[in-house]
């Protein structure tokens, strides 16, 4: 390959990079799996031929979501035999993903856990259609399928996702303001503060991926977490702080035990009250949440 034609390639490729980190994020749940994802992509893409490529976009799109599909094929087997709740891997995110509402609402930890619950396939499918809005023609050079084939795909999984997904979508100034009540509530150890501010069917899912402390099971139940919780922060002679930060698109808060970081936790904010928590303990996805992660639609 000429070094103009690299280029021209690598040009392409860094364009439209954070486009296709965030195909390949929303369809693995994995910053890490996404990053390995487009190192792939790039290998094919230097070795593509170039001038026989009309849509670059469509061309790089493509090549992603076949190799997001083998890895997320690959990691669903991983993932059964994980120790305890998988979460996606948290993202710090710019503000301007919070006000894109469609982006901030596929990428929530709520959602993202909806998409696990589909195959491979069927989360392709809807992410390309529903997040990035790819025709069906595209879709189906994408997977290895034919257009009418995806149209049952995409009907099925928009199916499936809307029967549960979060049946509301709390406003980020909802959602900061439930936090706050909850960090105060944590910082001062009063149960009621905490009841006061959690819906009582509230469900807890922490990830510790067996490398740190977590509920091995999902918690449901305000009085159950608040006792879950308090009887672990009591074991701890340490100081617990939580500062207030943005991941995958709206408020979360991130933990810091003596100072150093220690998990992140995303709610789900209904009616003012949350009603999901998902703490991510895990040290190998908190390598993200130090710095912004640029992420793109289009």
Not at 38 to 46: F, I, Y
Not at 153 to 179: D, F
Not at 183 to 193: K, L
Not at 201 to 221: E, F, T
Request: net charge neutral; aromatic share 6%; proline share 5%.
């Amino acid at each position: 390959m000429t070094d103009d034609i690299t280029g021209v390639a690598t040009e392409a490729f860094v364009a439209h990079r954070n486009l296709l980190f965030t195909v390949a994020y929303e369809m693995l749940g994995s910053a890490a799996d996404a990053e390995d994802v487009l190192q792939e992509t790039w290998l094919r893409w230097v070795r593509a031929d170039l001038e026989r490529v009309s849509d670059q976009r469509a061309y790089l799109v493509r090549i992603t979501t076949r190799q997001a599909l083998n890895r997320l094929r690959t990691v669903k087997r991983r993932r059964e035999a994980y120790v305890g709740p998988w979460l996606p891997e948290p993202l710090v995110t710019a503000p301007d993903v919070a006000e894109d509402i469609e982006l901030a609402e596929s990428m929530s930890m709520a959602m993202m856990l909806v998409l696990e619950s589909l195959s491979p396939t069927e989360r392709a499918v809807f992410v390309l259609r529903e997040v990035f809005e790819v025709d069906y023609d595209e879709i189906a050079e994408a997977v290895g399928k034919n257009p009418d084939a995806v149209r049952q795909i995409a009907h099925r999984a928009r199916k499936h996702v809307g029967a549960r997904r979060p049946r509301t979508t709390a406003s980020s100034s909802e959602t900061r303001a439930a936090l706050e009540s909850f960090r105060r509530a944590v910082e001062t150890g009063n149960p009621q503060d905490l009841l006061d501010v959690l819906a009582p069917d509230v469900v807890l899912l922490s990830d510790g991926g067996g490398r740190k402390k977590a509920a091995l099971h999902p918690i449901v139940g305000a009085e159950k977490i608040i006792r879950f919780y308090v009887g672990g922060t009591a074991k701890l002679r340490a100081t617990v702080t939580w500062e207030p930060t943005v991941v995958n698109g709206s408020p979360a808060l991130a933990a810091h035990v003596d100072g150093v970081l220690d998990g992140v936790m995303a709610v789900r904010v209904e009616n003012s009250r949350i009603s999901g928590l998902y703490f991510v303990r895990n040290p190998d996805k908190l390598t993200h949440v130090t710095s912004a992660t640029p992420l793109a639609l289009r």
